[in-house]
């Protein structure tokens, strides 16, 4: 993988990470009080997915990974005149 595309995978993971998060947002907003209407709570975690909390941190952890070594690697030393 170039640079390139490692920057490329890394701003796919992050925007993976944030349709989750906005995701879990709408998902919390909209869901019915479960103390309040027990049946429209069962209706609707039934036919709407969880939020996946696992699926948000494992892409930061990626782009982190990535952009770690990705700083290694790159070498811009022939980009600037010193």
């Not at 170039?2 to 947002?25: D, F, P």
Request: proline residues 2%; contains cysteine; aromatic residues 12%.
């Amino acid at each position: 993988m170039n640079n390139g595309q490692k920057i490329k995978y890394m701003e796919l993971c992050l925007a993976v990470a944030r349709e989750e998060v906005e995701y879990a947002e709408l998902y919390k907003e909209k869901e019915p009080d479960y103390d309040e209407d027990f049946d429209a709570w069962c209706v609707y975690t039934r036919s709407h997915r969880n939020p996946n909390k696992a699926l948000i941190t494992d892409n930061l952890r990626n782009v982190a990974r990535t952009a770690f070594i990705l700083a290694k690697e790159i070498n811009v030393s022939g980009f600037f005149r010193e």
